[in-house]
């Protein structure tokens, strides 16, 4: 079946620094990706929508210039967290699929010290 | 405001029992409603439901909804141990060609040996 992946899965950085989470479509392509935000205990925020040669369309409170998307293929989109801060921990997923499912990706924990 | 609610936000049972998990929605173009479990990791699928009225199973897992009253139910009968996990409902909703997917807040279910 299909298959996303994200990379890393695991992530400990600095406050003040960047990081970047890839998700990538394994067998089919994409044209949208979703990224996901979930803190313990609660459920998926959407965080916004990742549009293959596009810019990405950000849910409402989302800051789009802390959280990059490019979406530069079919297969691949990239969330950078930029200026990383504690608040920022959390557990990242994207998602990707047709309009029968959606699959998910691993997801990323990051923790920023 | 695109809203999605689950009821309840936590359930403990024995193994065994029935449970009835609930999925209500305000959405601006529902296209579909989709059950997730999420155990560790990232939420791994179950249904998608587009029409009402018309029952999906699986195993002992089941669901079915009503869009004139906006809500779904998940029903999983014997449970097991292995059901633990936080089940989530997602609605999709389409605009203008574009699509996303709200989450409820999922409930967390626990089954005793």
Same mark, same amino acid.
């Given at each position: 079946?299909?298959?996303?992946?994200?990379?890393?899965?695991?992530?400990?950085?600095?406050?003040g620094?960047?990081?970047? @989470?890839e998700?990538? +479509? $394994?067998?089919?392509?994409?044209? /949208?990706?979703?990224?996901?935000?979930?803190?313990p205990?609660k459920?998926?925020?959407?965080?916004?929508?990742?549009?293959?040669?596009?810019?990405?369309?950000?849910?409402?409170?989302?800051?789009?210039?802390?959280?990059? @998307?490019?979406?530069? +293929? $079919?297969?691949?989109?990239?969330? /950078?967290?930029?200026?990383a801060?504690?608040?920022?921990?959390?557990?990242?997923i994207?998602?990707?699929?047709?309009?029968?499912?959606?699959?998910?990706?691993?997801?990323?924990?990051l923790?920023?010290? | 405001e695109?809203?999605?609610?689950?009821?309840?936000?936590?359930?403990?049972?024995?193994?065994?029992?029935?449970?009835?998990?609930?999925?209500?929605?305000?959405?601006?173009?529902?296209?579909?409603?989709?059950?997730y479990?999420?155990?560790?990791?990232?939420?791994?699928?179950?249904?998608m439901l587009?029409?009402?009225g018309?029952?999906?199973?699986s195993g002992?897992?089941s669901?079915?909804?009503d869009?004139?009253?906006?809500?779904s139910?998940?029903?999983?009968?014997?449970?097991?141990?292995?059901?633990?996990?936080?089940?989530?409902?997602?609605?999709?909703?389409?605009?203008?060609?574009?699509?996303?997917?709200?989450?409820?807040?999922?409930?967390?279910l626990?089954?005793?040996?």
């Amino acid at each position: 079946g299909a298959v996303v992946s994200q990379h890393p899965s695991r992530v400990i950085c600095k406050s003040g620094t960047s990081v970047k @989470i890839e998700c990538r +479509s $394994l067998d089919f392509q994409a044209t /949208t990706m979703f990224w996901y935000r979930q803190f313990p205990k609660k459920s998926l925020m959407l965080m916004a929508t990742s549009n293959e040669g596009s810019k990405a369309t950000y849910e409402q409170g989302v800051e789009k210039d802390k959280f990059l @998307i490019n979406h530069a +293929s $079919l297969t691949l989109s990239t969330l /950078t967290v930029t200026s990383a801060h504690p608040e920022d921990s959390s557990f990242y997923i994207c998602s990707a699929g047709s309009a029968y499912e959606q699959y998910f990706g691993p997801g990323t924990r990051l923790t920023v010290t | 405001e695109d809203k999605v609610v689950q009821s309840p936000l936590s359930l403990v049972v024995h193994e065994g029992d029935t449970v009835t998990l609930n999925c209500s929605y305000e959405v601006t173009n529902f296209r579909s409603l989709l059950w997730y479990k999420q155990e560790k990791k990232a939420p791994t699928f179950l249904f998608m439901l587009t029409s009402s009225g018309i029952e999906k199973k699986s195993g002992r897992l089941s669901s079915i909804l009503d869009k004139k009253e906006l809500f779904s139910i998940l029903n999983i009968t014997a449970t097991q141990t292995g059901d633990s996990a936080v089940y989530l409902c997602a609605v999709e909703a389409r605009t203008s060609g574009t699509y996303k997917y709200i989450f409820g807040t999922g409930t967390r279910l626990k089954v005793l040996a």
